[in-house]
């Protein structure tokens, strides 16, 4: 078991550039979410996508942020005109959604620097 | 309002000791779910533990143990003969029993533990 793939594990934009952060779940995983982490702001909330569907977008940025889940392998999260303060740790992760295996496993996330 | 706190920001402990790391949470549900993560410095987040709401006794796994004291909406992490590999910061989190799986995480404890 390969674990939750990221890709790319670093990327550097300049500011009003768009990033695209990709996120593989594990196999089997019907539930992927997208989480932030900054110094400042701790491990926020984003997004997550149940059997493909968004459930909760409540912590998505109104602007700018967009996410997408095409197909039960791979999740994005796309952000356009980047600016400084969205430099963060983006977090992925999936889980079973029954019973008590909705345990959420995180993969390593993508360290996005925006200059 | 902060629904997972975590008071301690970092404790010190000499390894070979046993250690607890706080947590108090805040929910209106009945049933919830809650779960410790430990992000390594490399940073990342590991799945360590967890315990549901509706179950009495404390989970145990390896050499994590939790104290579960729902009347004081209390999840203690305790960690028995701490190694330096234990040196990390533990997240405490909580999903709320609706049908949405977000979870709320803490502000993390830095534990150092010293040879």
């Known amino acids: 078991n390969a674990g939750v793939i990221q890709t790319p594990r670093h990327k550097v934009t300049g500011k009003g550039q768009e990033a695209t952060l990709w996120c593989e779940p594990i196999s089997g995983h019907s539930a992927v979410f997208w989480y932030r982490q900054t110094i400042v702001q701790g491990l926020e909330f984003l997004t997550y996508f149940r059997n493909q569907a968004p459930i909760d977008d409540s912590g998505m940025p109104k602007e700018r942020f967009s996410a997408q889940m095409p197909n039960q392998s791979h999740s994005t999260l796309k952000i356009q005109s980047t600016q400084p303060q969205d430099s963060a740790v983006y977090l992925c992760?999936?889980?079973?959604?029954?019973?008590?295996?909705?345990?959420?496993?995180f993969g390593p996330g993508t360290r996005l620097l925006v200059l | 309002a902060q629904k997972v706190t975590q008071t301690q920001t970092s404790i010190s402990v000499m390894e070979k000791t046993t250690v607890t790391m706080d947590c108090v949470y805040e929910?209106?549900?009945?049933?919830?779910?809650l779960f410790w993560y430990k992000q390594t410095a490399s940073g990342e987040i590991v799945f360590l533990i967890r315990q549901d709401s509706y179950k009495k006794e404390n989970a145990t796994v390896g050499h994590y143990s939790l104290n579960f004291q729902k009347p004081k909406s209390s999840i203690g992490l305790i960690i028995t003969a701490t190694q330096i590999e234990d040196s990390a910061v533990y997240f405490c989190?909580?999903?709320?029993?609706?049908?949405?799986?977000?979870?709320?995480f803490g502000d993390g404890t830095q534990l150092v533990v010293k040879p």
């Open positions: 929910t209106q549900d009945s049933s919830y779910f």
């Open positions: 992760a999936s889980s079973w959604d029954w019973g008590d295996q909705d345990t959420q496993y």
């Open positions: 989190a909580m999903r709320e029993g609706d049908n949405n799986n977000r979870i709320f």
